[in-house]
């Protein structure tokens, strides 16, 4: 089975903060996702990674930034928490594209910002 | 237009009942298709993936048409269980990139 291994279930942080999100995939994938989900409007991406040291704008990264220094962690960065970034984050990976490979999901961050 | 879209219900309907779920999707060039089912305050979780010729577990039953880029989720004999959200998902315009629609509600009730 896959394992997606958030590091926090619940965090809770001051506005200006800088604040480190991090996830560990057990399954050699190369591909890794941050998203966030609020009510009514759904996952939107925030970014994604194919490789080591690569990254991709998603839907939303403005005010995020990301590192992914080895193949099984993607860490996700807010610079400066703000409290419009209060949200549930979730973390996936996947294996290479082509074929039906789906996404597997980390349990999730409840982040607050104060 | 967004990429993958659903109706948001809420669906609710009683136990035993059989409940159906459209989703339409509208790159032409994809290629994966999946459910997902996701439960209140949970992170998604894969049910089934959709194959071209349609496919079944249980008393779920997955269909694809190609023609009219839209996808269904059939639910047979629903339990109180299967209340959950219900994630339709394609592959985007990059292959390694899946898309996400917001989710359909279903409530089964006793």
């Known amino acids: 089975d896959v394992k997606v291994t958030q590091s926090s279930r619940y965090l809770v942080k001051r506005t200006g903060e800088k604040v480190f999100l991090e996830c560990v995939q057990d399954?050699?994938?190369?591909?890794m996702f941050w998203y966030r989900q609020d009510p009514g409007l759904g996952l939107r991406l925030i970014y994604f990674?194919?490789?080591?040291?690569?990254?991709e704008k998603g839907d939303i990264p403005e005010g995020y930034s990301v590192s992914r220094e080895k193949k099984e962690r993607f860490s996700l960065i807010l610079e400066s928490a703000s409290t419009n970034q209060t949200s549930m984050y979730l973390c996936?990976?996947?294996?290479?594209?082509?074929?039906?490979?789906?996404?597997?999901f980390g349990d999730g961050t409840r982040l607050s910002i104060l | 237009r967004k990429e993958v879209e659903q109706d948001p219900g809420p669906f609710n309907v009683p136990e035993g009942a059989t409940v159906a779920f459209n989703c339409t999707y509208s790159?032409?060039?994809?290629?994966?298709f999946f459910w997902y089912r996701q439960d209140c305050r949970k992170e998604p979780k894969l049910l089934m993936s959709?194959?071209?010729s349609g496919n079944e577990d249980g008393r779920f039953t997955a269909q694809l048409n190609r023609a009219s880029q839209y996808i269904s989720l059939l639910i047979r004999d629903s339990k109180l269980s299967d209340s959950a959200t219900y994630l339709c998902?394609?592959?985007?315009?990059?292959?390694?990139?899946?898309?996400f629609g917001a989710g359909t509600i279903l409530r089964v009730k006793s």
């Open positions: 996936a990976s996947r294996p290479p594209s082509g074929g039906d490979q789906p996404q597997h």
């Open positions: 399954m050699d994938h190369e591909n």
């Open positions: 990674s194919y490789d080591v040291k690569m990254k």
């Open positions: 790159n032409s060039a994809s290629q994966s």
């Open positions: 959709v194959y071209s």
């Open positions: 998902v394609v592959n985007g315009p990059y292959g390694n990139k899946l898309v």
